[in-house]
């Protein structure tokens, strides 16, 4: 048993040419190396273990190089969330910050 994650991806075409086949990327998706991973686009996987998610994504990316494609993560260990954009086979990784409001007396019920 490895560390469980729930991965929702999601992407954005705006900078994809008109005759940009985008069926054909969803298909892709669906039936490709991610597939058992993202069941589909703007939808949200079960917890599992994809530990060569960069790399699967990157990858992927790669066959799209216009596509924006964002992957959420919510690990099982409170606070592990993130955020990692890929495009063109590169990758930004941004962790979530979890803030708390300084004490403020006038703020006590």
Known sequence: ???CTRYELNYDTEDCPDDFDEE???RECENGEISDYCREFDGGSDMCTWYDHESDMKH???RFPKVLFTLNGEGEEA?????KYFKGG???NCRAKI????FDASKLR
């Open 24 to 26: 054909l990327m969803i």
């Open 79 to 83: 606070g592990d969330l993130w955020i």
């Open 60 to 62: 992927f990316s790669k």
């Open 90 to 92: 590169k990758m930004q």
């Open 1 to 3: 048993m490895g560390y």
């Open 99 to 102: 803030t708390y409001d300084p």
